[in-house]
């Protein structure tokens, strides 16, 4: 399937885009800025310029599916975050609905729908990524929605823990590596039970396949 990374050049999104190619698709490497593109390819993406404040049709045209692992990140202001996070993830979502990119994996955040469970300096962050959550969950498309804890850098281990609800969130407790959020929303493409289901993840013991079968 040609999918389409929003998000692509990201820490997360490099590996996304890495997967896709090895388990057989087509990525579409979404980015803002052409000087990224070399390093792109050569993972097996397609490049096309995309920026999530602009119409992005360009970039998802022919494709069949999509991953949003775009953010403003933490060294931009709360404005951003709306900009970016909540805006630019609804105008992808709807992008994506005209062009018939009817497959949709969102990176999403742990503990969006209860805000107090984290820090309240991710309060307003939670609150961007839950309007886009809904949104998606609106749109008639066939989403995934991946919540995971925080992210490290980590090699993966192919081991999580899922649940709607993983309780309040530390650092300490509730991590998890990029390598096994990416394979995550990359073997969603693979699992049709992961149609409509919304999830939280973290570190744990269970098997990707197994825990991605159990949803
Ligand atoms: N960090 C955490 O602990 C954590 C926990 C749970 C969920 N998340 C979610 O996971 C996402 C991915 O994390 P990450 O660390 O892999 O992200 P990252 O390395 O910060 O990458 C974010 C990507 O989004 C792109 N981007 C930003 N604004 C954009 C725009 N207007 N149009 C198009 N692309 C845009 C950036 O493009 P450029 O390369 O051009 O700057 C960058 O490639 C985060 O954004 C966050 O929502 C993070």
Redesign the pocket.
């Known amino acids: 399937m040609k999918v389409v990374v929003?998000?692509?050049?990201?820490?997360?999104?490099r590996i996304v885009l890495r997967l896709l190619k090895e388990a057989g698709h087509q990525p579409v490497a979404?980015?803002?800025?052409f000087a990224?593109r070399d390093a792109l390819e050569a993972l097996g993406a397609e490049c096309r310029i995309?920026?999530?404040?602009k119409p992005v049709g360009y970039a998802v045209r022919e494709c069949r599916g999509a991953v949003f692992?775009?953010?403003?990140?933490s060294k931009t202001g709360p404005e951003k975050t709306i900009?970016?996070?909540q805006n630019?993830a609804m105008a992808f979502i709807e992008t994506c609905v005209r062009m018939n990119a009817r497959r949709f994996v969102m990176?999403?955040?742990?503990a969006v729908d209860k805000p107090e469970r984290g820090p309240e300096s991710l309060h307003h962050y939670f609150r961007a990524?839950a309007i886009a959550d809904r949104h998606l969950q609106a749109s008639g498309l066939n989403y995934t929605i991946v919540r995971?804890?925080?992210?490290t850098n980590e090699p993966g281990t192919g081991t999580i823990a899922t649940g709607d609800d993983l309780g309040p969130i530390a650092k300490e407790t509730h991590s998890v590596t990029?390598e096994d959020v990416a394979r995550v929303l990359v073997d969603c493409f693979a699992q049709d039970n992961t149609v409509e289901k919304t999830f939280e993840m973290i570190a744990g013991e269970t098997p990707i396949a197994d825990a991605l079968k159990a949803l």
């Open positions: 929003a998000g692509a050049n990201g820490l997360t999104g979404m980015i803002r800025d990224q995309g920026d999530l404040e692992a775009a953010g403003s990140g900009d970016v996070d630019g990176l999403s955040s742990i990524k995971p804890g925080f992210l990029r």
